[in-house]
Structure formats: structure tokens, C-alpha cells
């Protein structure tokens, strides 16, 4: 007993504006299946020229299914083979333009011309702020620092040398504008500090060159300190 014949075959279906994976049957003539494969490829059925190819990377055609009467049977048409629609007369179709975005007018927007519409993801966007539109939340007002330390006070600045005790008057207790928070400037009483009571041009106290620092209040202690001489000669010659 002969095994059956198959009446459909599969085939991958390939133009140049299309690729699709089709199951058309054997009896099916060329005539008709050209009619089925303008509707698939947008080719008219007298500009069409169908190659069978064995895959789509192949570089000769197996055949051409130039007799339009014929069955797709009698061209032998197996399983996963390629029916390649060519267009003989693209000027009269649309084929290739689909693809071809070169002679496409683009819409262009200026930026100023983008944020003015109401229609966009920008207006969305701030309408419901969201991202960087979104509000921010209030910063936590912080409470002034309570610092207990009178201008024209004795002090003595804390100092990572041991035994190196830095002295000098508290001339300054305030805001800055170079740093948040509550600032100690003090005049020492030897030239070991690292301006004149200014930080970049702005003035908040007088005293001679590297005489002038500026602390956090927490580096400060206020007493009952005396001018303490610094000997800076070598103590051995």
C-alpha cells in the first residue's frame, strides 16, 4: 500500500516589503496562488515572477513557477522550501517603499514649539507631576544651634598635636556663607592660623595675617586662658 501524498505544503513566503510563513495546497495553480499572493505581498498578480528557493540564504533558485496553469504539485514544492515573489514592475506598486524611509517627510518640533503642546508625555508630566516635575518636599526647617560663647572671650581651640595648645580670642559666633551652621572665628595669639578673619572676600572679623580660623563651636573652649608664648627657634642650634 503506497503511502499518501501530502496535499498541503508550508513554506516561508519572502518580497521586499514581506516575509511570512504560509501552508497553501499542492492542487492550488500558479494563477491562484498569484492571486492569494497579491493580497500577502501587495504585488499585482501580473508583475509577480515566484522563485522556489531551497532556503532564503540560497544563492540559485531551485525553479520558477512560470506556467501559470500548472499545480504547485507539479513543481515538486516540499515542506520549509522558499517561495520568492519578485516584482517585475515596481513603478506601477508600492514595493520597496514600504521599507524605504529616505523620501518619509519627518515631523520636526522645536523644543520651544514641543513644550507649548497640551498632547505630549512633557505636559502629561507636569500636569500630574511626576519625575522632575513632581513636588519636592518642604526641607525640615532645622532649629538654630545654641552656642554659649561670647565674642572677646579667652579660648583654646582643640588640636590633634598633643601638647600644642592653640590660643587665642573669640572675635566671630555666627552663620557663614561658606558653610552651613554656626561658625567660631577666633584671632589666635601666635601666627599659626590660616587667614585674616575673611573667606573668599567675604570679611567677618579683623586680625593680622594667619592669625584668623574659623571653628565649629564644639572645637571651642572658653576659660580663663592667658597669652601663652610659641617658640617656634630650634631648641638645640
Not at 601666627?191 to 584668623?212: A, L, M, T
Request: hydrophobic share 30%; net charge negative.
Amino acid at each position: 500500500m503506497r503511502p499518501s501524498q501530502p496535499i498541503t505544503v508550508n513554506v516561508f513566503v519572502v518580497s521586499p516589503d514581506t516575509r511570512s510563513e504560509r501552508r497553501f495546497d499542492l492542487g492550488l495553480t500558479v494563477a491562484q496562488l498569484k492571486n492569494k499572493l497579491e493580497l500577502i505581498t501587495g504585488i499585482p498578480v501580473q508583475n509577480q515572477e515566484i522563485s522556489v528557493l531551497a532556503s532564503e540564504d540560497a544563492p540559485e533558485p531551485l525553479g520558477v513557477l512560470s506556467d501559470d496553469s500548472k499545480p504547485l504539485g507539479y513543481y515538486g514544492i516540499h515542506d520549509w522550501q522558499v517561495l520568492k515573489v519578485n516584482d517585475l514592475n515596481p513603478a506601477t506598486s508600492f514595493t520597496g517603499q514600504l521599507s524605504d524611509t529616505s523620501q518619509v517627510d519627518k515631523f520636526e518640533l522645536s523644543e520651544a514649539e514641543y513644550a507649548q503642546r497640551q498632547d505630549t508625555v512633557l505636559a502629561y508630566k507636569q500636569r500630574h507631576k511626576i519625575g522632575r516635575f513632581a513636588d519636592k518636599p518642604p526641607e525640615e526647617s532645622q532649629k538654630p544651634e545654641k552656642v554659649d560663647i561670647p565674642v572677646g572671650a579667652r579660648c583654646e581651640v582643640e588640636s590633634t598635636e598633643e601638647d600644642f595648645r592653640k590660643r587665642g580670642t573669640v572675635r566671630f559666633v555666627g552663620p557663614t556663607e561658606f558653610a552651613k551652621g554656626i561658625w567660631v572665628g577666633v584671632e589666635y595669639d601666635e601666627p599659626i592660623g590660616k587667614n585674616d578673619g575673611s573667606v573668599k572676600g567675604k570679611r567677618y572679623f579683623e586680625c593680622p595675617p594667619s592669625h584668623g580660623v574659623f571653628v565649629k563651636p564644639e572645637k571651642v573652649k572658653v576659660g580663663d586662658f592667658p597669652v601663652e608664648e610659641i617658640n617656634f627657634d630650634d631648641e638645640e642650634m
